[in-house]
């Protein structure tokens, strides 16, 4: 069946540190990737996306490239913030009928002044 | 920015007991979703919605949960008989059209005590 793995938290970082968030699938064919964003009391919020092989998604200066050879989706900013303290969610949406999202565990990122 | 609305933000509710999960999707949207978080699991589907009827339902989703869209703008989760394994945070979720580009608007969740 479907599903995402990505790396367990917490992840604690100093304000414009470099991140990494590792994400790997498991799918048949093509599956759409996303990363959503998590902040302390609200929703899930659908942070980037990547739709085919080698297609880099980007928003609010993460990025997540879309790596059909290593089944991967990694997310990575190069300069954290405090407010981008957040659970980050991995997830996919399989290329076969449907829309029914599947989702990693998610990872919580820390981010210390 | 238009957004999807849940309520109540907390429900406390006794074993064995009815309970009604209340969502206002984005106004223009026709796919509407129920996903659910156990505390320290995964978001996990339920059940996807359209043109009034299930489009889609998961494993978890059996004979004590149904969906209704009542009117032009609820969508509504009930479970008929509570147990303390259904406590867990429940998502609400829209989108315009039912292909893989468009994206999943999430309310902020509904949080299910079940004592």
């Known amino acids: 069946g479907n599903s995402v793995t990505q790396m367990e938290g917490p992840v604690t970082l100093s304000e414009e540190a470099f991140l990494t968030i590792n994400c790997t699938y498991t799918?048949?064919?093509?599956?759409?990737l996303f990363w959503y964003v998590q902040y302390p009391g609200e929703g899930l919020q659908l942070l980037l996306k990547?739709?085919?092989?080698?297609d880099k998604g980007s928003n609010k200066g993460f990025e997540a490239t879309y790596r059909k050879e290593t089944t991967s989706f990694h997310l990575e900013k190069g300069s954290v913030q405090v407010s981008d303290s957040a659970v980050y969610f991995c997830?996919?949406?399989?290329?076969?009928?449907?829309?029914?999202?599947?989702f990693g565990g998610g990872t919580r990122v820390l981010v210390k002044p | 920015e238009p957004e999807v609305t849940q309520t109540p933000s907390h429900q406390v509710t006794q074993m064995g007991q009815e309970v009604i999960l209340r969502c206002v999707p984005i106004?223009?949207?026709?796919?509407f979703y129920w996903y659910r978080q156990i505390l320290g699991q995964k978001v996990e589907f339920l059940v996807s919605?359209?043109?009034?009827?299930?489009?889609?339902k998961s494993e978890i989703f059996d004979d004590q949960f149904s969906v209704e869209r009542p009117d032009g703008s609820n969508f509504t989760l009930k479970i008929r008989s509570t147990k303390l394994e259904d406590s867990a945070m429940y998502f609400c979720?829209?989108?315009?059209?039912?292909?893989?580009?468009?994206?999943?608007?999430f309310g902020d969740g509904t949080r299910l005590s079940i004592l």
């Open positions: 979720a829209s989108s315009f059209a039912d292909t893989r580009n468009q994206p999943q608007h």
């Open positions: 106004s223009n949207h026709l796919y």
């Open positions: 997830a996919l949406i399989p290329m076969t009928a449907g829309n029914k999202l599947t």
């Open positions: 990547a739709t085919k092989a080698d």
């Open positions: 799918a048949t064919g093509y599956p759409s």
């Open positions: 919605f359209y043109n009034n009827e299930i489009s889609e």
